[in-house]
């Protein structure tokens, strides 16, 4: 699987937009761009996964660059709870025999009140 | 519906000590995985199962680990003997088959913490 290059940290303010950026300039053309979360001590949860197109869902959107080197998530109103470790991750399309995730060191989000 | 569900929450043994983890995976979830974080580092794969096949266990770091899924349903993951090293959370997750997931996700139990004294 590609690499992923995240920043270790950031802040956002609560309620305001959190945009947060993941590097893959060596994604190949059939890996797709995962994004997962662990809050505090729990178990890393799903957020959203896209291929080349953004995406949006309940919980977040991703864009994703037309090279596909980068995307960002955005969480758009920020709340307390939105405060834990981000992980980017990029993996082969599910069924095709490798759907181990491989996480890296991730951005720990913290919304500040 | 119950998500994937770990037991013991938490354990703390003495060096050269067994202990098994079990992990029960959301009903009907064909993939169960088992990852594991070591303090200060990195979430790290050690192994997937399809059904009750071995499908990648090249995370597994030695032959002191040892993971069953009998019948395809829960999983186990015993350590014997255990090391210092072995302590961390230990992460089990499940996922649907290819068939019937188009997004392959994974869902996470709260995790396993074992503490090797």
């Known amino acids: 699987d590609a690499k992923t290059t995240q920043p270790p940290s950031m802040d956002c303010a609560e309620g305001r937009a959190a945009n947060l950026p993941c590097n893959h300039s060596t994604i190949s053309g059939n890996e797709y761009v995962y994004w997962y979360r662990q809050i505090h001590s729990q178990g890393p949860q799903y957020i959203i996964h896209?291929?080349?197109n953004n995406e949006t869902n309940e919980m977040a959107s991703l864009i994703i660059t037309e090279d596909r080197k980068s995307s960002t998530l955005i969480l758009p109103h920020a709340t307390l709870r939105d405060t834990a470790v981000y992980y980017c991750i990029v993996r082969v399309a599910f069924g095709f025999g490798n759907e181990k995730l491989t996480f890296g060191t991730g951005t720990r989000l913290t919304i500040i009140p | 519906e119950a998500g994937v569900t770990q037991f013991p929450s938490h354990s703390v043994i003495e060096k050269g000590q067994t202990v098994t983890l079990r992990c029960d995976p959301i009903?009907?979830?064909?993939?169960l995985y088992w990852y594991r974080r070591v303090m200060g580092k990195e979430i790290k794969f050690l192994l997937h199962?399809?059904?009750?096949?071995?499908?990648?266990e090249s995370g597994m770091p030695n032959n002191r680990f040892l993971a069953e899924r009998t019948g395809g349903t829960y999983s186990t993951l015993k350590v014997q003997p255990a090391e210092l090293e072995d302590s961390g959370v230990y992460f089990c997750?499940?996922?649907?088959?290819?068939?019937?997931?188009?997004?392959?996700?994974?869902?996470f139990g709260e995790g396993s913490r074992l503490t090797v004294l």
């Open positions: 997750a499940s996922s649907q088959g290819h068939g019937t997931s188009i997004s392959g996700e994974l869902f």
């Open positions: 896209g291929l080349k």
């Open positions: 199962f399809v059904k009750e096949s071995k499908q990648d």
């Open positions: 009903s009907g979830h064909d993939n």
